[in-house]
C-alpha cells in the first residue's frame, strides 16, 4: 500500500500546486503541515523557529499534527485535497 499511497500523494500535490482558487490561511496552513509531516525528509522544526509571523503559524500548525505517521499525514492531504478540488484521487 505505501507505493500506492506515495503516487495518490504526489498526484494530490501536483493538483494542490495548480489550485487558483485562493484558500482561508487556516486551510493553507493544514495542507502545510499534512505535506511537511508526509515528506519522506527527515523533520526539521528549526528552519522554522525565527521571528517571522508567518513560519510561526507555519510551525505552529506542523506540531500540532506531528503526533500523525508520515503516511496518516498522507492520507489527510490526500482527503484534504479531494474536499477543495472535488475530484476523487485515484492511480
Same mark, same amino acid.
Given at each position: =500500500?505505501?507505493?500506492? &499511497?506515495? #503516487?495518490?500523494?504526489?498526484?494530490?500535490?501536483?493538483?494542490?500546486?495548480? =489550485?487558483?482558487? +485562493?484558500?482561508?490561511?487556516?486551510?493553507?496552513?493544514?495542507? !502545510?503541515?499534512? !505535506?511537511? +509531516?508526509?515528506?519522506?525528509?527527515?523533520?526539521?522544526?528549526?528552519?522554522?523557529?525565527?521571528?517571522? &509571523?508567518?513560519?510561526?503559524?507555519? &510551525?505552529?500548525?506542523? =506540531? +500540532? #499534527?506531528?503526533? &500523525?505517521?508520515?503516511?496518516?499525514?498522507? %492520507?489527510?492531504?490526500?482527503?484534504?485535497?479531494?474536499? !477543495?478540488?472535488?475530484? #476523487? %484521487?485515484? %492511480?
Amino acid at each position: =500500500m505505501s507505493s500506492e &499511497l506515495e #503516487i495518490k500523494f504526489l498526484k494530490a500535490f501536483e493538483i494542490a500546486s495548480q =489550485m487558483q482558487e +485562493q484558500l482561508p490561511p487556516d486551510v493553507m496552513l493544514k495542507f !502545510y503541515a499534512y !505535506y511537511k +509531516q508526509g515528506q519522506d525528509e527527515p523533520s526539521n522544526h528549526r528552519n522554522l523557529a525565527n521571528n517571522d &509571523l508567518r513560519n510561526a503559524f507555519k &510551525l505552529n500548525a506542523w =506540531m +500540532q #499534527i506531528s503526533h &500523525l505517521s508520515k503516511d496518516e499525514a498522507k %492520507i489527510e492531504y490526500i482527503k484534504l485535497v479531494e474536499e !477543495y478540488t472535488n475530484q #476523487i %484521487i485515484t %492511480i
